[in-house]
């Protein structure tokens, strides 16, 4: 992919051709919305993508980040809805308590956009930051996420009238001043997650072929090479954790007018999770593999899971067996297997045969 | 004063209960490097048996006895048959291991909401476990000071196992060094299976524990899975003595949490300090010193 970069530039084109034109014009107002939840998704992909498939951070805690974003974006919405007035939910457990203080500032549309785009930043950076300066990685770093995620939705759900628990925020009226019920609304909204999950896929295009994506493969391969090269690799995989942060977060604020809800469960393990589910499916390196690969897996969620849950999770558990077993790569690695090229790829590379303590271990 | 003594007895059979769920982790983490994501649901597996057993043995003071090594050979079995079928192709991609497992543990978790209830099923407790015992001056709960011994009798064995018995000493030789284990005649695949076996058993007897403190339900193991593995890192990657310091310090502080503040705030609280923990000592608590980079 990177020796060709113009080929997916252009399918980038098609890609945002068909998400943009075709898909208003065809599908329903339902499937619209729907396709507009599998975009918010898919962005998040795209940064998983980046940190997991180019960088091999197996990030299993996007749900932190995508929360970050989602209950930003719910908190402002809500107080839209609620006006003046202190909002409906909170008012059913404590009739008489005022605003909790961290709400205030979600008032400003300003305040919403900007907390959007640097809380994810701030969090991912400094987290980031602790740990790859301590040289955690490998499953720690896989784990450590995870906690996290668990830790949020844990909180989230303890603080009912702070947050409004496992119900979630819910019933927003307005987005930015637009009435949300109006599907016009609600289909310049799915352009705006279309459109950004197109800008995602530009900007990692554009982090994939240059020096930097280069820098990031050699660290996914062979980090200490790149810390004898003079390179900091810690640095390295900052910046591509904390963009994918960033983009969980965007995907997550954009989740929150399509959906109309935001509760733990969508940002918890088993969420954060279905987020890799759909990565592992279309091909962790690729460019376009996470993206399809998260809309592929939100259809069948939301097909599938709807008419036959127990079967679901049945295809989710061997879609993760079958896939990670078979094709590390991923769907897209199909074609280069059937003409035959050989690709390098982050599994196939020789491994020294050493105790795993000391092949995942941390070292300070 | 007084009312520290009981939390601090309750945060020690907390921390015997994620000591039981964490050993068999730390066996198969620690020892061979099989980050197992469906360990969690052996320990619903052995919960499950207790069950089971109960619905043959109906009296549960004779039956917990019983399922005490039957749940710890029907998870061993699943954790072989997972050996067996997957995890042995995948021994040089840990992080892919720890993905399989995740998709096992979805499927063996929606099997057994569509074998069993879906709200759960009861598992009795036996008549002994609920008195008191008065040591002391403080009256001590049966079923913490049994999870408790529990606790501490497994952990016996599988030290004097690991240390006194020859599949201990192959064990202990391969996880030194594999080559040349297995140049000098030590079937190192052998060995695999047995410690998977073994550590996936200790999760069912984990379960059984489980069965008689929480609910039985197919959603359990998720919620020790992660606390176990947190435990296994911050103890030291294959340091018994040290998952077991951390498993007895998070339980202690889950505890006392709860005690100060909420039960889910406490969960919170004690995942941050674990996590703040492991950025002041990566390794965990005990380390093997190595010149190794990486």
């Avoid at chain 1, 993206?291 to 079967?311: F, M, R």
């Avoid at chain 2, 039957?70 to 995948?90: D, H, K």
Wanted: aromatic share 10%.
């Amino acid at each position: 992919m990177t020796k060709k970069p113009w080929i997916s530039l252009g399918g980038i084109g098609v890609f945002a051709v068909l998400l943009l034109a075709v898909a208003p014009l065809v599908l329903t107002d339902h499937w619209l919305n729907n396709l507009g939840k599998y975009c918010c998704w898919a962005i998040a992909a795209v940064g998983i993508g980046l940190a997991w498939g180019r960088g091999g951070m197996l990030v299993m805690g996007q749900g932190v980040f995508f929360a970050l974003g989602a209950y930003s974006m719910a908190m402002h919405l809500t107080l839209e809805t609620a006006g003046d007035r202190i909002p409906a939910f909170m008012v059913l457990y404590d009739p008489l308590a005022p605003l909790p203080a961290f709400w205030e500032p979600f008032r400003g549309a300003g305040f919403t956009l900007a907390a959007i785009v640097l809380l994810p930043v701030v969090v991912a950076g400094a987290l980031g930051y602790a740990l790859f300066k301590r040289r955690v990685k490998g499953a720690y770093f896989a784990i450590l996420s995870q906690a996290l995620a668990v830790a949020l939705a844990v909180l989230i759900s303890s603080t009912i009238r702070e947050t409004g628990g496992d119900t979630g925020l819910s019933d927003f009226k307005y987005f930015f001043g637009f009435v949300l019920n109006d599907p016009a609304n609600r289909q310049m909204v799915y352009l705006i997650a279309a459109g950004l999950l197109i800008v995602c896929l530009l900007a990692v295009w554009q982090f994939y072929r240059s020096r930097f994506g280069e820098l990031l493969i050699a660290t996914r391969d062979a980090e200490e090479r790149v810390r004898f090269l003079g390179y900091d690799p810690a640095n390295v995989k900052l910046v591509a954790f904390v963009v994918s942060a960033l983009m969980a977060s965007i995907g997550g604020a954009l989740f929150v007018p399509i959906v109309g809800i935001i509760t733990p469960a969508e940002i918890g393990a088993a969420a954060s999770i279905l987020m890799i589910a759909g990565v592992a499916l279309g091909g962790r390196a690729s460019l376009f593999g996470p993206a399809l690969g998260a809309i592929a897996v939100g259809w069948g969620q939301s097909s599938l899971g709807s008419t036959w849950p127990d079967g679901w999770t049945y295809v989710l558990g061997l879609l993760f067996i079958v896939v990670i077993l078979f094709l590390p790569n991923g769907l897209s690695s199909l074609p280069a297997r059937f003409t035959g090229r050989a690709r390098r790829t982050p599994v196939e590379q020789p491994t020294p045969a050493i105790a795993a303590a000391e092949l995942e271990g941390v070292r300070s | 004063m007084d009312a520290l003594i009981p939390q601090l007895l309750n945060g020690s059979a907390q921390g015997a209960l994620l000591l039981l769920a964490a050993l068999g982790l730390s066996l198969t983490f620690g020892q061979m490097g099989v980050i197992n994501m469906a360990h969690g649901e052996f320990l619903m597996i052995g919960a499950f048996s207790a069950y089971l057993v109960q619905q043959v043995i109906a009296a549960s003071d004779l039956s917990i006895p019983v399922a005490l090594p039957v749940a710890f050979v029907v998870a061993g079995l699943f954790g072989l048959l997972l050996e067996v079928t997957i995890i042995r192709w995948m021994y040089r991609r840990p992080l892919d291991t720890l993905l399989v497992t995740v998709g096992v543990g979805l499927i063996l978790q929606q099997a057994a909401l569509q074998i069993f209830p879906s709200q759960g099923v009861p598992v009795e407790k036996p008549s002994w476990l609920d008195g008191q015992l008065t040591i002391l001056g403080y009256a001590w709960p049966m079923r913490q000071l049994f999870t408790i011994l529990l606790a501490a009798v497994c952990v016996a064995a599988l030290s004097a196992w690991l240390k006194y018995t020859s599949f201990g000493r192959r064990i202990r030789a391969t996880v030194h060094n594999r080559d040349l284990a297995e140049t000098t005649g030590i079937s190192t695949r052998t060995i695999d299976r047995l410690t998977f076996f073994v550590g996936s058993g200790l999760a069912g007897v984990a379960g059984v524990a489980a069965s008689l403190i929480g609910g039985t339900n197919s959603q359990m193991g998720a919620q020790y899975i992660i606390p176990a593995f947190l435990v296994v890192a911050a103890g030291g990657i294959g340091q018994l003595k040290g998952t077991i310091l951390a498993a007895w310090a998070v339980g202690v502080a889950l505890a006392f949490f709860a005690y100060w503040t909420t039960g889910s705030l406490a969960q919170v609280l004690a995942f941050i300090l674990v996590i703040v923990f492991l950025q002041l000592r990566p390794q965990g608590l005990f380390t093997v010193r190595t010149r190794s980079l990486a």
